[in-house]
């Protein structure tokens, strides 16, 4: 291993968000440590229980798995840490005491930084 796996998560589209649970989940699966990263969209999807939001028809003929199942049972199984920054949860408008119970945790973006040096960063 290389260090911890950090997703940066900004863009909402389903496709992206389908692209950024399914190397998370491979990671984890391999045994990297994977912290996931909600920014913007995707951050108030997740927070609104609507993540799953936009999927095409052809991702059910592919009998691809519900993206938020996919990632809880991740969190549950694997160890995949699902966190916003502190800064993103205000601009989209969220109560951080409100929604922390919906994630692994609520961090600063020099914590996330220090995090990805340490290991390695995607940004989707």
Not at 70 to 84: D, F, H, P, Q, S
Not at 89 to 107: E, T, Y
Request: hydrophobic share 50%.
């Amino acid at each position: 291993m290389s260090g911890r796996l950090v997703l940066l998560l900004q863009h909402g589209a389903w496709a992206d968000r389908y692209q950024a649970t399914t190397l998370a989940v491979t990671a984890a699966a391999m045994g990297e440590p994977v912290t996931v990263a909600l920014f913007f969209e995707p951050l108030r999807l997740w927070v609104e229980g609507r993540f799953d939001e936009g999927a095409p028809a052809e991702a059910a003929a592919a009998r691809v798995a519900p993206l938020r199942e996919t990632l809880e049972e991740a969190r549950r199984e694997l160890g995949l840490e699902l966190v916003a920054c502190d800064t993103a949860v205000r601009l989209v408008g969220l109560d951080p005491a409100a929604i922390g119970s919906r994630l692994d945790g609520i961090v600063t973006l020099p914590a996330l930084w220090k995090a990805a040096r340490a290991g390695r960063q995607l940004l989707i």
